[in-house]
C-alpha cells in the first residue's frame, strides 16, 4: 500500500518570492508521481508528473518538481510566484498493483500576498 | 470540447432523501472514480470502475453505489443522504496504458452537496 503526507496545510508567500510545497511518500513498489492544481470552486487539473527517467520534471505555469528517491520525496517549486498561483496543490501517488491505485495528499493551501 | 461533466453543480437535500450525482465523459476513458472533498482530508476514493460493466469499492464506500452501464456515464447513488455526506464530490477518469499515460486523472467541475 502507497501513503502521501503534505507536510504543510497551509503557505502563505508574498509575490515573486519563490515557494517550495513539500511531500513525502511511501510505498512498497515503484511509484508514479503527480502534483495537481485547483483554484476555487473548479475541479483539480494536472500540474506535473514523474513516470522515469530525469528526476527533474517541469510543468505548467513554471513549476517543477524533483523525485528523490533516497528521501521518498517529490517536493514542488517555483522560483517566483504569482497572484494566480493562489490555489490548492494536491500530490498524489500511483501504482501498479493489478491494476492502477492513485492515493491523494490532503493539499497545502498556496496563498500568494501582494 | 472534450472533459467531464458533472451535474447538478450544488444540491440542498434534506436527510434522508435518495440523489443520484450524475458524471459523463467523452474521452473514452476506460477508467472513471468518484472522490468526495472534505476540508483537511484532501480526496477520497469513494467507488471506481476500470471500465464499464465494472466497479470497485474505494476508501469511504458506505451510502454510496454506482454502476457502469456504458463508457461515458459513472453516476453515483445516495440511497438515503446522513449529514455527513455533506462535501463536495469529484468525478474523473484515467486511462491507463493508453500512450505510457500512467492514470493521469482528469476531474469534472465538481457537486457540492448539503445534507440537512
Known amino acids: 500500500a502507497q501513503s502521501v503526507t503534505q507536510l504543510d496545510s497551509q503557505v502563505p508567500v508574498f509575490e515573486e518570492a519563490p515557494v517550495e510545497l513539500r511531500c513525502n511518500y511511501s510505498s512498497s513498489v515503484s511509484v508514479y508521481l503527480f502534483w495537481y492544481v485547483q483554484y476555487p470552486n473548479q475541479g483539480l487539473q494536472l500540474l506535473l508528473k514523474?513516470?522515469?527517467?530525469?528526476?527533474l520534471v517541469k510543468g505548467i505555469n513554471g513549476f517543477e518538481a524533483e523525485f528523490n528517491k533516497s528521501q521518498t520525496s517529490f517536493h514542488l517549486r517555483k522560483p517566483s510566484v504569482h497572484i494566480s498561483d493562489t490555489a490548492e496543490y494536491f500530490c498524489a501517488v500511483s501504482a501498479y498493483t493489478g491494476g492502477f491505485k492513485t492515493i491523494f495528499g490532503a493539499g497545502t493551501r498556496l496563498f500568494v500576498k501582494a | 470540447i472534450a472533459g467531464i461533466t458533472q451535474a447538478p453543480t450544488s444540491q440542498i437535500l434534506a436527510a434522508g432523501r435518495r440523489m443520484t450525482l450524475r458524471c459523463t465523459q467523452d474521452m473514452r476513458h476506460n477508467a472513471m472514480y468518484w472522490y468526495r472533498q472534505d476540508l483537511g482530508l484532501g480526496l477520497r476514493l469513494i467507488h471506481y470502475?476500470?471500465?464499464?460493466?465494472?466497479?470497485g469499492k474505494g476508501e469511504v464506500p458506505d451510502g454510496y453505489s454506482v454502476s457502469r452501464a456504458n463508457t461515458d456515464d459513472f453516476p453515483l447513488t445516495l440511497a438515503s443522504a446522513v449529514p455527513s455526506q455533506t462535501s463536495v464530490y469529484f468525478c474523473a477518469s484515467s486511462d491507463p496504458g493508453s500512450s505510457g499515460d500512467t492514470d493521469t486523472q482528469y476531474f469534472g467541475p465538481g457537486t457540492r452537496l448539503t445534507v440537512l
Open positions: 514523474y513516470l522515469s527517467g530525469s528526476t
Open positions: 470502475s476500470n471500465t464499464a460493466g465494472t466497479t
